[in-house]
């Protein structure tokens, strides 16, 4: 079983299904409604946990009772969070997310509330042990010192980072990895129209991805080789929230199962897709080979 450390952000989900999404100044009624646990480094440990990995979160939690319901949704999911920091007197991170049934997009608005966590409470985490090191592309700054410090202490680890949302700094988060899991996000606000031109100039110095959605995936071999895979589309889309983050999930479980990169970007695709034929997270440990 390999063992993965994921820094980022663990959020409440509140999300509500409508018909369509609702125009300005409307008041619609939801088809449904359903509270989960959320954020990126968290949904990619849950589906890596449920293809047979051992994962750790490292981020900040509140001290209120919605941090106690996302920490003890991720140890029900065999995902250690007992290294978290603590930031007292402040609120858990919630993000109400509109769902259209019509089209199967979701729209998000995100409170957060929590300081970000810092490269002296990552330092105090033994990196001995661990196949595997991901980062959201948060805070660069210090996100950056947290990788120079993993370099310095286990040098042969290896090391992702998404990079999901334009940051000041960003780029060089994207210079310093092994891995680098680009959005369509951020690709179009680089002024970039599809996921190719965007990795022939993409800040990267190994291998690098790029999700687009309906229209599949990218990848940049090192040696500047661009390979494109189509999407895995589901008979319906039910579900888009989190689609990402499985992508993401889908490449990691490759490399970290010794496949190829190019096998890596259809594994990506592949529960990508899955993830988009239904709500949530349960049940996608079964779309690919087991750890």
């Not at 009624?29 to 589906?47: E, K, M, P, Y």
């Not at 996100?143 to 060089?172: F, H, N, W």
């Not at 229209?215 to 689609?243: K, M």
């Amino acid at each position: 079983m390999s063992r993965i450390l994921a820094v980022g952000l663990a959020t409440l989900d509140i999300i509500h299904t409508t018909e369509a999404y609702p125009a300005e100044d409307a008041e619609v009624r939801a088809l449904s409604q359903r509270v989960a646990r959320g954020g990126n480094a968290a949904n990619t440990l849950d589906v890596l946990a449920q293809l047979g990995h051992g994962g750790q979160w490292l981020g900040v939690l509140a001290d209120d009772p919605e941090a106690e319901r996302i920490a003890s949704d991720l140890r029900e999911r065999g995902i250690d969070c007992g290294r978290a920091a603590v930031a007292r007197g402040r609120c858990s991170p919630v993000s109400h997310v509109i769902c259209s049934r019509r089209t199967g997009t979701r729209t998000i608005i995100h409170h957060r509330d929590l300081p970000e966590l810092t490269p002296t409470r990552f330092a105090a985490v033994a990196l001995s042990g661990l196949d595997w090191l991901h980062f959201e592309g948060r805070n660069p700054p210090a996100t950056l010192e947290m990788i120079r410090d993993a370099r310095a202490r286990a040098p042969d680890l290896p090391i992702s980072v998404e990079v999901e949302k334009p940051r000041e700094g960003v780029e060089a988060l994207a210079e310093s990895a092994d891995l680098v899991l680009f959005s369509r996000v951020y690709a179009e606000a680089a002024g970039y129209n599809d996921g190719e031109s965007f990795l022939a100039a993409a800040p990267a110095r190994n291998l690098a991805y790029c999700a687009w959605g309906s229209e599949g995936a990218w990848l940049r071999q090192p040696d500047g080789r661009a390979v494109h895979r189509a999407a895995e589309s589901p008979r319906r889309v039910v579900d888009t929230l989190g689609a990402g983050d499985c992508f993401n999930a889908g490449v990691l479980h490759a490399h970290l199962s010794g496949e190829s990169a190019v096998t890596a970007l259809e594994w990506g695709n592949r529960i990508a897709g899955a993830k988009c034929g239904q709500e949530g997270l349960e049940g996608l440990g079964t779309v690919l080979p087991p750890a």
